[in-house]
């Protein structure tokens, strides 16, 4: 069985899933094409999740990314900016 990506860090602090870290039990990898953003965002005043910041990347939709594996995020871990930005997305050579 496939482990889930860990969320390395997420400055996305208007997020309510972001307690000084991802504390959503899986989040999804979103977007468009040539653009990966965290779908599991979410602008609240509420803060949610896991007790703990423990995210992990639960799926990703960016299937040109080069760490795209049957839906599935194979990096050893990601980064999410301000913007909620998956900054290790990675286009694929064609």
């Not at 299937?63 to 999410?80: F, S």
Request: charged share 10%.
């Amino acid at each position: 069985m496939p482990t889930l990506t860990p969320v390395k860090s997420c400055a996305a602090t208007t997020c309510a899933y972001n307690q000084d870290g991802c504390a959503a039990g899986a989040i999804t990898i979103a977007g468009s094409a040539h653009a990966a953003t965290c779908g599991t965002f979410l602008a609240l005043d509420a803060r949610g999740g896991l007790p703990v910041a423990n995210g992990a990347v639960g799926a990703c939709q960016r299937l040109e990314c080069v760490h795209n594996e049957d839906l599935m995020c194979t990096a050893a871990d990601i980064t999410v900016t301000d913007t909620a930005v998956c900054t290790t997305y990675e286009v694929a050579p064609v």
